[in-house]
């Protein structure tokens, strides 16, 4: 017998035990294959030679081969006639919905929603608002004008589809917008995490405490959220603060639930496999990093088969105090194109993150670059501080960072000061690191 609850969003589909679970993923995985290789020209070429039927086990979907973004860009220049190439699943007079990436890396990649396909989306971010906490008595401020980024569309239909009031906040300034929330009372807001700091760095300087605000809940989008900086937020907003992981081509495919200790998998929406950095026909053991490979379930309109997503994460522990059985992930360490080889050592951005966040309060934003200087790389910190240092402070702090840093990274930093206010703010992708070696 199946309890009402106010825990789950599906109660039957999130306490699910794993062999169930899995034996739906697969069976919808291979429904999910003849669907593509029926209807999208891009896979009817990429799949050629396999029948969903081979697809049997975790070790056979490594025969099928993976989907890079370049793969979609590609695909679009494709033989199909609409603006989509060869990625339309669909008849283009079903297609409700126009979205795209963001371009960060590259030409964006257009993605066509079908009303059946933005519906699924919509229900699997229900499952990440209801786990964060979002009830109908929340209201729900949004403070970005969305365009045509699709995850804060995503946040606003599944927050209205729970009951939530929804309010979006494009076309008002920064100081509009925090008086805007306190003017209405929201309860709860869909954020960056770079923007939740510049909106309460504002606050602080219009002379309210963020967390007079009233703020009670905030699901972060758009970067990655190191442990650090949402202990911080959580902090200067006096809020619970969520993480959650996903892409515009897959969809958000994990998230936090009220523990905030990793993210669970959002499945059976999802088929996640965690490969190796190396040797992607392994995937890792628990507790190892590897990259994740996210094929959704049952998008028709862009069908979308082990989608390399880039973002490197740790992989947890099936199963999680709140009852929910699906596979976590303990960590996100950032994505495979941030990855580097600085002097022979690894190296990723959101360590220094971390540290910052975590032990040095009185800096607040930073910016790194990586240059060569004759035949050595060099990498470089720019730190800007809440307030102007003087010489000696300045000097003792660089000390202190640069040493914590090289405990960390194996690496030495130049490190050099901003005046406050000097760095770029950014509000949806933030692009503190910059690689100037030309790799
Ligand atoms: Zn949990």
Same mark, same amino acid.
């Given at each position: 017998?199946?309890?009402?609850?106010?825990?789950?969003?599906? &109660?039957?589909?999130?306490?699910?035990?794993?062999?169930?679970?899995?034996?739906? %993923?697969?069976?919808?995985?291979?429904?999910?294959?003849?669907?593509?290789?029926?209807?999208? &020209?891009?896979?009817?070429?990429?799949?050629?030679?396999?029948?969903?039927?081979?697809?049997?086990?975790?070790?056979?979907?490594?025969?099928?081969?993976?989907?890079?973004?370049?793969?979609?860009?590609?695909?679009?220049?494709?033989?199909?006639?609409?603006?989509?190439?060869?990625?339309?699943?669909?008849?283009?007079?079903?297609?409700?919905?126009?979205?795209?990436?963001?371009?960060?890396?590259?030409?964006?990649?257009?993605?066509?929603?079908?009303?059946? !396909?933005?519906?699924?989306?919509?229900?699997?971010?229900?499952?990440?608002?209801?786990?964060?906490?979002?009830?109908?008595?929340?209201?729900?401020?949004?403070?970005?004008?969305?365009?045509?980024?699709? =995850?804060?569309?995503?946040?606003?239909?599944?927050? %209205?589809?729970?009951?939530?009031?929804?309010?979006?906040?494009?076309?008002?300034?920064?100081?509009?917008?925090?008086?805007?929330?306190?003017?209405?009372? =929201?309860?709860?807001?869909?954020?960056?995490?770079?923007?939740?700091?510049?909106?309460?760095?504002?606050?602080?300087?219009?002379?309210?405490?963020?967390?007079?605000?009233?703020?009670?809940?905030?699901?972060?989008?758009?970067?990655?959220?190191?442990?650090?900086?949402?202990?911080?937020?959580?902090?200067?907003?006096?809020?619970?603060?969520?993480?959650?992981?996903?892409?515009?081509?897959?969809? =958000?495919?994990? =998230?936090?639930?009220?523990?905030?200790?990793?993210?669970?998998?959002?499945?059976?929406?999802?088929?996640?496999?965690?490969? @190796?950095?190396?040797?992607?026909?392994? %995937?890792?053991?628990?507790?190892?990093?590897?990259?994740?490979?996210?094929?959704?379930?049952?998008?028709?309109?862009?069908?979308?088969?082990?989608?390399?997503?880039? @973002?490197?994460?740790?992989?947890?522990?099936?199963?999680?105090?709140?009852?929910?059985?699906?596979?976590?992930?303990?960590?996100?360490?950032?994505?495979?194109?941030?990855?580097?080889?600085?002097?022979?050592?690894?190296?990723?951005?959101? !360590?220094?993150?971390?540290?910052?966040?975590?032990?040095?309060?009185?800096?607040?934003?930073?910016?790194?670059?990586?240059?060569?200087?004759?035949?050595?790389?060099?990498?470089?910190?720019?730190?800007?501080?809440?307030?102007?240092?003087?010489?000696?402070?300045?000097?003792?702090?660089?000390?202190?960072?640069?040493?914590?840093?090289?405990?960390?990274?194996?690496?030495?930093?130049?490190?050099?000061?901003?005046?406050?206010?000097?760095?770029?703010?950014?509000?949806?992708?933030?692009?503190?690191?910059?690689?100037?070696?030309?790799?």
């Amino acid at each position: 017998m199946l309890m009402k609850s106010r825990e789950y969003w599906n &109660p039957w589909m999130e306490t699910l035990n794993r062999e169930r679970l899995l034996e739906i %993923e697969f069976r919808n995985f291979r429904k999910y294959m003849r669907y593509a290789k029926g209807h999208s &020209p891009l896979y009817r070429k990429k799949l050629d030679g396999i029948e969903p039927e081979d697809i049997q086990t975790r070790e056979d979907l490594r025969r099928l081969p993976l989907t890079d973004k370049e793969d979609l860009r590609l695909a679009q220049e494709g033989d199909g006639e609409s603006l989509y190439g060869d990625l339309l699943g669909v008849d283009l007079t079903e297609v409700s919905d126009y979205r795209q990436t963001s371009g960060t890396t590259g030409k964006p990649v257009y993605v066509p929603e079908s009303y059946e !396909s933005w519906q699924w989306r919509v229900e699997v971010w229900c499952h990440i608002l209801w786990m964060a906490g979002f009830r109908e008595t929340d209201r729900v401020f949004v403070p970005f004008g969305y365009n045509v980024y699709v =995850a804060f569309w995503e946040g606003h239909y599944a927050a %209205e589809k729970l009951g939530c009031e929804v309010v979006p906040g494009g076309a008002l300034d920064t100081r509009g917008r925090i008086n805007k929330m306190m003017e209405i009372g =929201a309860t709860a807001t869909l954020n960056t995490p770079t923007y939740g700091l510049h909106m309460a760095e504002t606050a602080k300087k219009m002379g309210v405490d963020p967390k007079e605000i009233g703020i009670r809940r905030m699901q972060c989008a758009g970067e990655p959220l190191p442990q650090a900086t949402r202990r911080l937020l959580e902090n200067i907003w006096g809020a619970e603060v969520y993480d959650h992981i996903g892409g515009t081509e897959p969809c =958000a495919w994990a =998230a936090m639930c009220g523990q905030r200790q990793g993210l669970h998998i959002l499945e059976p929406f999802f088929l996640v496999e965690i490969l @190796d950095l190396e040797d992607q026909s392994r %995937e890792v053991k628990e507790g190892e990093l590897g990259m994740a490979v996210v094929t959704p379930l049952g998008r028709h309109s862009f069908p979308l088969i082990r989608f390399n997503t880039q @973002d490197v994460v740790k992989k947890g522990k099936e199963g999680c105090p709140c009852g929910r059985t699906s596979l976590m992930i303990s960590e996100v360490t950032g994505r495979a194109d941030h990855l580097r080889k600085i002097r022979g050592v690894l190296f990723t951005p959101v !360590s220094v993150e971390e540290i910052l966040r975590e032990e040095f309060p009185e800096i607040n934003e930073y910016e790194i670059t990586v240059a060569k200087k004759g035949l050595m790389d060099e990498i470089s910190l720019k730190l800007e501080p809440h307030e102007k240092l003087g010489p000696t402070a300045s000097a003792g702090l660089a000390n202190r960072i640069g040493e914590r840093l090289k405990m960390k990274t194996n690496l030495r930093f130049n490190i050099e000061f901003a005046d406050p206010g000097e760095l770029p703010r950014y509000t949806l992708k933030s692009q503190r690191f910059k690689d100037l070696r030309g790799e």
